[in-house]
């Protein structure tokens, strides 16, 4: 696989293993303060992720057929948006809003949801697995995030995709992020449709990640921008997302 901007997946696998040495894990708690047991969380995340890799390499998050699809979907993580700028888009069906897409690429975008409905689209039927202990099976629709990163054009220090969204909680805002090899995976896609129908607020209008082989708070809600890095480092707390940098969930969510 290659993208316009002529990396090759082998060096897309490369670039983003070599970026993830220094991620750390927040601790929400006195033991995790304790850098020897930091320390020894970071080596078991890290080792997490490097198994999974080695033994899934390319392989997709399992799909089903339209009769699994569960009869209630449980919305995860915040179900609206309070920003004025959102709801003025949201009444207007977001017909006048666009995703941007910046940072270590190219050129910057700004796509607006039409053209993110015009890209080729995947549909799939997935599993949702919630953090908290619940499952749902969903269908979605978007175009693959590789194809609107290749319209982009990635700079060759780019490592990492961060997603900034438009919710906020106690008073910080959301975001997630995810590396290369993930990013590039076909399963990976940028759905503004859900179940045959177009996001509702509570389930991340306009758009929201799907990256099917981790655990459900890495699926950001309410997308607006997409940025390019070389490095999670100077971003908010550091840790790479919104939970990892608040309450020590692991950066790395395989399942």
Request: hydrophobic share 45%.
């Amino acid at each position: 696989m290659r993208d316009d901007s002529g990396l090759s997946r082998r060096r897309l696998l490369g670039l983003a293993a070599a970026g993830t040495g220094g991620l750390l894990l927040g601790g929400c708690d006195q033991l995790n303060r304790s850098p020897g047991f930091r320390s020894l969380l970071e080596g078991a995340e890290g080792l997490t992720m490097r198994s999974q890799r080695l033994l899934m390499g390319d392989a997709l998050a399992r799909e089903y057929g339209a009769a699994d699809i569960s009869p209630a979907f449980k919305a995860n993580g915040s179900l609206g948006v309070t920003d004025a700028a959102y709801r003025a888009h949201l009444a207007q069906g977001f017909a006048g809003w666009a995703l941007r897409v910046d940072g270590l690429v190219r050129q910057p975008l700004l796509l607006p949801l039409a053209a993110l409905k015009g890209l080729p689209q995947r549909t799939q039927i997935t599993r949702h697995d919630c953090v908290e202990g619940w499952s749902a099976i969903g269908k979605w629709q978007g175009p693959q995030l590789a194809a609107v990163l290749a319209r982009a054009g990635l700079l060759p220090e780019a490592r990492y995709a961060v997603f900034h969204c438009a919710d906020v909680l106690g008073g910080a805002p959301y975001y997630e992020s995810i590396d290369l090899i993930d990013a590039f995976h076909p399963q990976t896609i940028l759905a503004w449709r859900m179940n045959d129908a177009p996001l509702t607020e509570r389930h991340g209008a306009p758009l929201r990640l799907r990256v099917e082989r981790q655990l459900g708070y890495k699926h950001a809600k309410f997308v607006m921008r997409i940025e390019l890095r070389a490095a999670l480092a100077g971003l908010y707390k550091g840790n790479g997302g919104f939970w990892e940098d608040r309450s020590g969930y692991a950066w790395y969510a395989g399942i």
